[in-house]
């Protein structure tokens, strides 16, 4: 497992949990406790793990722990990258979702060993959308879902989302979305140069 998506994990559960609670969740899944380093390349084994005690210590199921996680890494302070990464895909919510398709390889331009999933899109006009997506890790899709919450509220979206996981390992899920608003609030400022928004 890419280092990249550990340390993403890591900074959730210290930020929304508290450092105690990541030292207790780390030391019961034999995670380093002093934390992962992001262009380093871990065992997916120990992603398992942490999940695993992550869902025992915080009482939580991973599928929810997963969704926020996806939310949180949008809308955190200290993930704007990848904020600035999604807006670029398009003006609008409906422009985000059609960038999808291509977010895969814009994410390997910049970490070219980053196991993205494969997104296909597919239109049923004039506000439904359904995404077809690859679970590289099993859960990509929850982690992919929050993030569509969370990108929602960004441009100022009101949606609803229904997930379905796939039912066995290497099949897709089917994440459906229907647009109940364009411009429901204002959304959050955005700026093509860095720094801004």
């Known amino acids: 497992m890419h280092g990249l998506i550990n340390r993403s994990l890591q900074i959730f559960l210290q930020d929304n949990y508290g450092p105690a609670k990541w030292v207790e969740m780390s030391k019961k899944a034999g995670a380093p406790t002093e934390g992962f380093e992001a262009m380093l390349s871990y065992d997916t084994g120990v992603t398992h793990a942490l999940l695993e005690s992550a869902e025992s210590v915080l009482g939580k199921p991973r599928a929810a722990l997963l969704e926020d996680l996806g939310s949180f890494i949008v809308s955190h302070g200290n993930e704007e990258r990848v904020r600035r990464l999604l807006r670029f895909g398009g003006e609008d919510f409906v422009g985000f979702l059609h960038s999808l398709e291509d ?29 077809i997506c690859s679970e590289p890790f099993p859960g990509t899709s929850q982690v992919l879902q929050g993030v569509l919450w969370a990108m929602a509220d960004d441009y100022g979206a009101l949606v609803l989302i229904d997930l379905v996981p796939p039912s066995k390992p290497g099949e897709a899920a089917e994440i459906s979305i229907e647009l109940l608003d364009s411009s429901h609030t ?12």
Do not use: N, Y
């Not at 204002?186 to 928004?197: I, T």
């Open 103 to 131: 977010l895969r390889d814009r994410a390997q331009l910049a970490v070219p060993d980053l196991d993205m999933p494969v997104i296909e899109v597919r239109d049923e006009p004039p506000t439904r959308f359904q995404l």
């Open 186 to 197: 204002e959304g959050r400022s955005f700026r093509l140069a860095s720094g801004a928004g």
